[in-house]
Structure formats: C-alpha cells, structure tokens
C-alpha cells in the first residue's frame, strides 16, 4: 500500500491517494486532515468475489499483524474482483481502527458494484464527520463512474441498431442494403459535364383517341342516303343489298 500523497500508474487504475493512515492533523489541531482521492479503476474483466474467496480474504487479513500488511495484501489481490457494500464490510470488521476501515472503503470503493448502498459503511464513521465525508466522496465517485457506463453502453446499443436498419416506410423495408420501392439511385450515371444524373423516365405510350373512329372505319352516307363505312380497300363498304333473292327454277 502507497504511504503519503503520490500519484500512481498500476495497471488499468490511476489514482491520487492520500493515505488515512499517514495523515496528520494541522498545528495546534488534533483534527486528522480529511482523506483526498482521486481513483478510477478498470473493472471490465473483474468478477464478483466468491464468499468463499471472500472469507479466505478476511481469515488471511485478520492473521497479519499490523494493519499497513493488510492494506498491502488487500491491495494486492482486488484486481480480480468486484465488491458489494456488504462485502466491504466484511472487511472492515476485522480491525477496529476508524483510519483502517477508511482506507479500506478508499481501495475498494471504484470496485464496488452498489455505491447507493453506502448507509451500511458510512455507519462506520458516525463519530469523525470528516472520515465519512471522505468515504461518501468516494462512493458518490464510484456512482457516477457506473452512471456514465450505463450511459454508454445505452448509445452504443442505440447506434448499432440505427446502422442495422430498421423497417422501412410504406416504401418498402430499408436497412440491410434493402431499398424502398421505385429507388433508383443504381442508375445513376455520369454526364458529360462529370455531374451526376437520372437517366429520363420514357414517357407512357399515347392511348388511341376512343371518341374518334380511325379513318378505316369512319362512317359516310351514299348517294342513295344509305349509311357506310369506308373500306380499307375500295374506300367504301357497298350498303346491303335490297334485291329479292333469285327464285329457284321449277320442275
């Protein structure tokens, strides 16, 4: 464990620590000086530490002598780990020193995963006001630190999901290199001016005129006043004949 202020580079932690246990009071006080840290930990391929870990932890530490070891010992394995508020107490319950269980919440606290639930370790420190205040401040950090990755893990999952693709509108469906209905911007090409352009749509073929015979079948009237049509041949259908039919001969 590091004595004094120092600035540290440990793996993927960096931090600014004031030992508890090294601080002294300011002349002609006997108020210790209150804790300042700085700390902020990587935690992303820690685990939660298994009870029997745990307790493996607690029954070494309670064996040392002298609270400085257990610092160092605690310091030397909670890399692995995350830690509950609960599981933090566990630990400070092996020593009844006020500065040790400081210094505990300090090392443990930007592993912690329920910094809300600091009631149950702020109790530790109800009769040194500035004790507390200094293990709140690193428990209140620990909070804001989760905060900010629940943050971006939310806009990371929102990011993929909008590059994905989605549903399309009544177009069609769209994302997935699926186009909308009537896209046409594979046929872009490149005019001789280097700009890009649509081909132009062809225009729909003109229906014929219903209202209007063609000239073929255009009706005329004879000399006779009898209706007709013009004949694509001869220029006019002859109107049927009124002749009687021709009688058969007798026998």
């Given at each position: 464990m590091l004595v004094g202020s120092e600035a540290r580079r440990r793996g993927s932690s960096v931090s600014v620590d004031v030992n508890p246990l090294s601080l002294k009071g300011s002349p002609g006080s006997s108020t210790p000086l209150r804790s300042s840290k700085v700390h902020i930990e990587s935690t992303k391929n820690a685990i939660p530490i298994p009870g029997v870990t745990l307790a493996q932890l607690a029954k070494e530490m309670s064996a040392m002598?002298?609270?400085?070891?257990?610092?160092?010992?605690?310091?030397?394995?909670?890399?692995?780990?995350?830690?509950?508020?609960?599981?933090?107490?566990?630990?400070?319950?092996?020593?009844?020193?006020?500065?040790?269980?400081?210094?505990?919440?300090?090392?443990?606290?930007?592993?912690?995963?329920?910094?809300?639930?600091?009631?149950?370790?702020?109790?530790?420190?109800?009769?040194?006001?500035?004790?507390?205040?200094?293990?709140?401040?690193?428990?209140?950090?620990?909070?804001?630190?989760?905060?900010?990755?629940?943050?971006?893990?939310?806009?990371?999952?929102?990011?993929?999901?909008?590059?994905?693709?989605?549903?399309?509108?009544?177009?069609?469906?769209?994302?997935?290199?699926?186009?909308?209905?009537?896209?046409?911007?594979?046929?872009?090409?490149?005019?001789?001016?280097?700009l890009l352009s649509l081909p132009k749509e062809n225009p729909p073929p003109e229906l014929p005129n219903m209202d209007t015979p063609p000239p073929s079948v255009r009706p005329a009237v004879t000399s006779a006043g009898l209706l007709t049509f013009a004949s694509p041949k001869s220029g006019t259908i002859p109107p049927p004949s009124t002749a009687p039919p021709p009688q058969r001969p007798s026998t």
């Open positions: 002598e002298g609270n400085e070891k257990r610092l160092e010992h605690l310091d030397s394995v909670k890399s692995a780990y995350i830690f509950s508020t609960s599981q933090i107490k566990v630990l400070m319950d092996i020593t009844p020193s006020i500065k040790t269980k400081l210094a505990m919440v300090e090392c443990l606290a930007p592993r912690a995963i329920d910094p809300k639930n600091s009631a149950i370790l702020l109790d530790e420190f109800s009769m040194n006001n500035d004790f507390k205040e200094s293990a709140a401040a690193a428990l209140a950090s620990r909070d804001k630190t989760l905060g900010r990755e629940v943050i971006k893990r939310t806009s990371g999952a929102a990011m993929a999901k909008s590059v994905r693709g989605g549903r399309g509108g009544r177009g069609g469906r769209g994302g997935r290199g699926g186009k909308a209905k009537g896209d046409r911007s594979s046929l872009l090409t490149v005019n001789s001016k280097g």
